[in-house]
């Protein structure tokens, strides 16, 4: 547990820059957040740690298609590029969601407003456009609980509105692996309307055998001001990864011998992966008087995967056994509302807002043998079919205080009722009705407290109580391996607290602190995980605490720099008793108390050096990447080293009449340092490493006409 004088060197900053700002009031920068729902705060203000992150800094000599590029300067949050687009990317924050072997859990996702996870807490990013996005806001700590089920952290992407001039724009980029990106996009208003439409087609051979894949996106925004205080917000994706190949994990020993050879497996089935995504969404907002306001959010969408995996065939002999291709139809949907009322106290202003949040899943899941004869890696009899549904029904209230000059304050309370059923429609000899239902239900409280020391630093304290479900993704399977709802998994409870401290001089430099600790009851945790399909358990206890350091700084108009650090140690605090292989139906393997939790680094820091000569349009930065030891498994029998890596970019800007140009090199691990980018959890064939690329370069050129 973090002691009392953890918190005294926040104090002596608190003193030190008061007194080095107190002849200096320059205005600060106003950047608006949501880090309750309803309730807009600058993230100055607010009692929680929070992390913007601007659209041209998501750009900036960037490939624009994974969150790893540039969310690694967001202290508290790991994004691991797997250099598998099978799989996804490897989100964590604060700890949470380390565990997933594919796709996002324990955070919740958003774009433009619009749930990126459903209610189950299960995720995905790969639709999130960053050639359009306005910017990136990541929320960490107690406030995350107040977004529901599975909310460790939030990470929210909005796009920019078209207007009010009418700007079309071509850019494209080239790199190492035969990667190659176009992206086209045209934005402006028309009357009442403004617009913005952006498609994207990237391709790579991949950094691995058989790792190639294609990803095609097309995203749309519409707004339109009515007039009389109402605004209406339509948003549309489209999303396509045919046939995305997967060159599975590697052991120790192939990733040290050749860590761009894939797996045996995957080659023998072929093993890949095919999505087909479509959603859409409106958000209606409306001022009802002076004071109120109301919101109104409305979603729905269709997300189609199939995947074939590499279990064996004899595996496959068992009449309960699902077969080794998973064919999934999730159709969701979702409703928003709220009203915000702002009025006057004795005290100070206020903001209260209250609301109430439905979603809904409906999976239609089959299994298929992964051979026909002796031919593998094709789709054969069906060994499942099932459908599985998640409901979400959750009222929430928020508010916002002033208590006076020097205080203020924000609180929320959410309660949040989930249930999942499961139809069997496959039901044979051997192969019982495996149909059932859970319900998880769970209060999430939190309270922030700000003292606003001057008018440039701010100190706050935070408490929330959060709950994770587990997925539907998690409930499918029984430990073994076998088809069914895994009722026994019960939700993780966590009780978190933080304190901070905020200081900013204007532009010139900002600098954020936090020491935090989060205590779970009953984690989620992996019990076997073999050939892509996992099955989970809970572990009585784990204890994360760490400490955040965010600092800014520029100085002679020309350089700038920023360095972002993370100290995290997570732990489970007693305890219990899990597999060292698959099948395992009986745990027998004993995880210690004080032993680390897998996937999670101890460290993580980004540093970065820039300079600009505005005169040429030229800006040239160095940046720096370190991210401490991860153990790969809940045993700690082995982990993934400890690394470092630098990268150069360099960027030029030319306008021209109503043309803006635009190129940009980039080259990445400049040392050629040979690493694992990311582990696979807990992986029962000891096939945990992820291998990172050595040193990549991409160039870049895009071109924009103002009309």
Same mark, same amino acid.
């Given at each position: 547990m973090?002691?009392?004088?953890t ?7 608190l003193?030190?820059l008061e ?8 205005a600060l ?5 949501t ?7 600058s ?7 929070v ?7 998501l750009?900036?000599?960037?490939w ?11 202290p ?6 797997r250099q ?18 594919? @796709?996002?859990r ?11 996870? =459903? %209610? +189950?807490g299960?995720?995905? *990013? /790969?639709?999130?456009d960053l050639a ?11 406030f995350?609980?107040?977004? @529901? ?6 990470i929210?992407i909005?796009?920019?509105?078209? =207007? %009010? +001039?009418?700007v079309?724009e *071509? /850019?494209t980029?080239?790199g ?15 009357q009442?309307?403004r617009y ?9 051979d991949?950094l691995?055998?058989?790792s190639?894949?294609?990803? /095609? ?5 519409l707004?339109?001001d ?6 209406l917000?339509l948003?549309f994706?489209?999303l ?7 060159p ?7 990733w ?11 080659i023998?089935f ?8 479509t ?9 009802l ?9 409305a979603?729905?969408g269709e ?8 279990i ?5 002999a068992?009449?309960?056994?699902p ?7 999730r159709?969701?949907?979702g409703?928003?509302?709220?009203w ?11 903001t209260?807002?209250?609301?109430l949040?439905?979603?809904a899943t409906?999976d ?7 051979f026909?004869?002796?031919?593998l ?6 060994r499942?079919?099932?459908?599985n549904?998640?409901?979400s ?6 508010g916002?205080w ?6 203020s ?7 949040t009722?989930?249930?999942?059923d499961?139809?069997d429609r ?31 630093i ?7 109580r959060g709950f ?6 998690e409930l499918?399977y029984?430990?073994g391996?076998?088809?069914g709802?895994?009722?026994d998994?019960q ?6 607290w933080?304190?901070g401290?905020?200081a900013a001089?204007?532009?010139?430099w900002?600098?954020?602190?936090a020491v935090?600790?989060?205590r779970?009851?009953?984690e989620?945790v992996?019990l076997?995980?073999?050939?892509g ?16 350091l965010?600092?800014?700084?520029r100085?002679?108009?020309a350089?700038?720099?920023?360095l ?14 899990t597999?060292?292989?698959?099948p395992?139906?009986v ?9 680390r939790?897998?996937?999670?680094p ?5 540093g ?28 700690n ?8 890596t ?5 960027t ?5 009449g ?14 050629e ?5 990311s ?6 064939n000891q ?19 103002r009309?």
């Amino acid at each position: 547990m973090l002691r009392a004088s953890t918190s005294l060197p926040l104090v002596c900053l608190l003193w030190a820059l008061e007194a080095a700002a107190q002849d200096s009031t320059p205005a600060l920068p106003t950047v608006t957040v949501t880090a309750t729902p309803g309730v807009e705060q600058s993230v100055f203000d607010t009692p929680a740690s929070v992390d913007v992150v601007p659209g041209e800094v998501l750009r900036n000599a960037q490939w624009q298609v994974n969150l790893s590029e540039s969310l690694g300067r967001v202290p508290g949050l790991v994004v691991q590029n797997r250099q598998n687009f099978a799989q996804d990317l490897q989100i964590s924050i604060r700890g949470f969601g380390a565990r997933s072997t594919f @796709g996002v859990r324990g955070l919740r996702l958003y774009a433009d407003g619009i749930p990126a996870a =459903g %209610p +189950d807490g299960q995720g995905q *990013v /790969s639709h999130f456009d960053l050639a359009s996005a306005e910017r990136i806001e990541v929320l960490r700590g107690p406030f995350s609980a107040l977004y @529901g089920n599975a909310s460790g952290g939030v990470i929210s992407i909005f796009t920019e509105d078209g =207007g %009010p +001039d009418t700007v079309a724009e *071509v /850019s494209t980029a080239f790199g190492d692996n035969g990667a190659r990106r176009l992206t086209t996009q045209i934005g402006g208003a028309a009357q009442d309307w403004r617009y913005r439409l952006s498609a994207t087609r990237f391709e790579t051979d991949g950094l691995r055998e058989h790792s190639a894949a294609q990803r /095609s996106s097309l995203n749309g925004k519409l707004t339109h001001d009515a007039g009389g205080g109402t605004r209406l917000t339509l948003v549309f994706n489209h999303l396509q990864m045919p046939g995305t190949q997967d060159p599975l994990g590697l052991t120790r020993a192939q990733w040290e011998a050749e860590p761009r050879q894939a797996q045996p497996a995957a080659i023998l089935f072929d093993t890949r992966k095919s999505v087909r995504q479509t959603q859409a969404g409106a958000v209606l907002e409306h001022t009802l008087a002076r004071d109120d306001e109301l919101r109104l959010m409305a979603y729905a969408g269709e997300r189609d995967t199939l995947q074939f995996l590499a279990i064996p065939v004899a595996v496959q002999a068992a009449p309960s056994q699902p077969g080794g291709v998973i064919d999934l139809l999730r159709r969701y949907a979702g409703l928003d509302a709220r009203w915000v009322h702002r009025g006057r106290g004795p005290a100070g202003p206020y903001t209260l807002s209250t609301g109430l949040a439905l979603e809904a899943t409906r999976d239609l899941r089959r299994g298929w043998e992964n051979f026909d004869g002796a031919q593998l890696g094709v789709r054969g009899d069906l060994r499942r079919d099932e459908v599985n549904r998640a409901w979400s029904v959750a009222p929430y209230l928020q508010g916002q205080w002033v208590l006076g000059e020097r205080w203020s304050a924000s609180a929320g309370l959410r309660h949040t009722r989930v249930r999942f059923d499961s139809e069997d429609r496959f039901i044979r000899p051997g192969n019982p009705d495996d149909s059932g239902a859970v319900r998880y239900r769970a209060t999430t409280p939190a309270l922030g407290l700000v003292f606003h020391a001057s008018d440039l630093i701010n100190a706050y304290i935070a408490y929330g109580r959060g709950f994770e479900t587990p997925t539907l993704n998690e409930l499918a399977y029984r430990a073994g391996g076998s088809a069914g709802l895994n009722a026994d998994l019960q939700p993780a409870i966590s009780r978190q607290w933080e304190l901070g401290l905020k200081a900013a001089s204007g532009e010139d430099w900002s600098l954020a602190a936090a020491v935090f600790q989060a205590r779970t009851s009953e984690e989620l945790v992996v019990l076997s995980n073999a050939g892509g399909r996992a099955s989970f358990q809970n572990a009585p206890g784990t204890l994360r605490r760490g400490l955040e350091l965010v600092g800014k700084a520029r100085w002679n108009t020309a350089w700038s720099g920023l360095l972002a650090a993370t100290w995290l140690d997570a732990t489970y605090r007693q305890p219990f008793l899990t597999c060292t292989g698959a099948p395992c139906f009986v745990p027998t393997a004993l995880v210690g108390a004080g032993q680390r939790m897998p996937g999670i680094p101890r460290t993580s820091l980004y540093g970065e050096l820039a300079w600009q000569h505005r005169p040429w349009g030229l800006e040239t930065a160095l940046e720096l990447r370190h991210v401490g030891e991860v153990a790969v498994n809940d045993l700690n029998t082995d982990s993934a080293p400890a690394y470092s890596t630098l990268a150069l970019r360099a960027t030029l800007e030319q306008r021209r009449g109503p043309w803006l140009w635009r190129e940009f090199v980039r080259i990445d691990n400049l040392t050629e340092r040979r690493y694992a980018g990311s582990v696979i959890v807990n992986e029962g064939n000891q096939r945990f490493f992820e291998p990172a690329p050595g040193r990549q370069w991409v160039v870049g050129v895009s071109a924009a006409y103002r009309f």
